[in-house]
């Protein structure tokens, strides 16, 4: 792998010819039929109970990391005698700008909304859709996201009275917001309602179990992305300097540090600013011979009037705000940046991180991001911080600009440790809250 990467900084890249990508939204083949490492999944190529069936993941809207993780579970459903499907409830949100995502043959999905957006929709109206599709599909089991929100009680409902299996499908975990009492009882009687559950890490299944859970029927691998896309596509911009160069941020040659975040509060993308001014101030005093790196900033959200504001005060210079990107224009950044930085004050998880690793990028995240504890060694993979010092934050953006070998040897560890977190391990956290759930 070090070869390989190595190789395609200096303009080749093994196995894929030059200007080649695979089509956006393809997947790449699991390479296996389906992990059979788990107790649960051998049991269900045994046992004469199960003889098939539908089998639902749901979310209330699908975006390109749903349709690509639905694509893995229906690949290993496959060999294992399911038919894999999706639920979602509306093809549109007030939170994400996602293009709607169309019909794919590998990604079956029955939208009980099509056309609305899912905060306009009325909590009895939801219900009553989900209940009287359910009626109709009757499925063996339901991977369900999420255990707080009314959609979510909806299915689960549907399960209980109906006696269908319902995976947890979570990322949360202490390093969420502060927990209270009172929710925490509340959750304590809803999730032990689960057969199983496919959570995102360490921290996540951790949590669960203190929810209730019995720790053999939590499986980690919920937050996986196609990391073959990102690999291929921005090592190809990598190697094509001139490619993309109209998209914002990119018309400069010159390194930066990349930031990828809805525009809101908890992100810290004020604090991040911060520090990189810290950063720049620094740099310019120290060096005479290296320029400084710039900071491009992918997202957009209701605080980025606010942030435009503050980079611009502090006179530093170097910052630029791209705005939202799809999918197929993200690689390009991956692939011309010289590091990621996270700095959220809270995050479930951060699947941004997972594409930068998977693009050979050094990744700065923050400590309270949930993927900090499985993704990130520092000085390995990259360096995590708290996300309220500026000073370290500052401290580490000064390393990695100044240590090229360094930087580029994370980038290489990066993506070999974020391979073990890809759709492989979804896969295989699926077939085993699958046979657990459905062998319980």
Request: aromatic share 8%.
């Amino acid at each position: 792998m070090q070869q390989a990467l190595l190789a395609s900084r200096c303009g080749e890249v093994p196995g894929i010819a030059p200007g080649k990508r695979r089509e956006r939204g393809a997947l790449a083949p699991l390479g296996a039929e389906c992990p059979k490492r788990s107790t649960g999944v051998r049991h269900l190529m045994t046992d004469s109970r199960v003889n098939g069936g539908l089998i639902l993941l749901h979310w209330p809207r699908f975006g390109p990391y749903h349709l690509a993780r639905l694509r893995a579970a229906r690949q290993c459903g496959a060999a294992l005698g399911f038919d894999v499907k999706g639920l979602e409830i509306a093809s549109a949100d007030d939170t994400y700008l996602w293009e709607t995502q169309p019909a794919h043959e590998d990604a079956p999905r029955d939208v009980l909304f099509p056309g609305s957006s899912f905060h306009s929709l009325s909590r009895r109206r939801v219900t009553a859709r989900i209940f009287r599709r359910l009626n109709q599909l009757r499925p063996r089991a339901i991977f369900i996201n999420g255990y707080g929100y009314a959609d979510s009680l909806a299915v689960l409902s549907w399960c209980r009275l109906h006696r269908c299996p319902a995976v947890l499908m979570s990322e949360s975990s202490n390093l969420d917001l502060p927990r209270r009492a009172l929710r925490e009882a509340i959750k304590r009687l809803v999730v032990p309602l689960f057969s199983a559950a496919l959570v995102g890490g360490t921290p996540h299944k951790a949590y669960a179990i203190t929810l209730g859970l019995d720790a053999k029927k939590v499986f980690v691998g919920y937050d996986a992305i196609d990391n073959e896309f990102f690999k291929e596509n921005s090592d190809r911009y990598r190697i094509d300097r001139d490619a993309a160069r109209d998209l914002p941020g990119l018309q400069d040659e010159s390194p930066f540090f990349l930031a990828s975040a809805r525009l809101i509060k908890r992100k810290n993308i004020d604090g991040l600013i911060v520090a990189f001014s810290q950063y720049r101030k620094a740099a310019n005093q120290l060096s005479q011979t290296h320029s400084p790196w710039r900071l491009v900033i992918l997202g957009d959200g209701p605080e980025r009037s606010a942030l435009e504001s503050l980079a611009a005060s502090l006179e530093t210079g170097g910052v630029e705000f791209a705005g939202f990107r799809q999918l197929q224009e993200l690689p390009a950044y991956y692939g011309r940046a010289g590091a990621f930085v996270h700095p959220a004050r809270f995050e479930p998880w951060g699947l941004v991180v997972n594409e930068a690793m998977a693009s050979a990028l050094p990744v700065i995240v923050s400590s309270a991001c949930g993927c900090a504890a499985d993704l990130v060694s520092d000085g390995e993979t990259g360096f995590t911080f708290a996300p309220a010092d500026t000073e370290r934050l500052a401290s580490l953006l000064g390393i990695v600009s100044s240590s090229p070998d360094l930087s580029r040897k994370m980038g290489l560890a990066a993506r070999e440790r974020v391979d073990r977190w890809g759709l492989e391990r979804f896969a295989e956290g699926f077939a085993g809250a699958l046979g657990e759930a459905l062998l319980r």
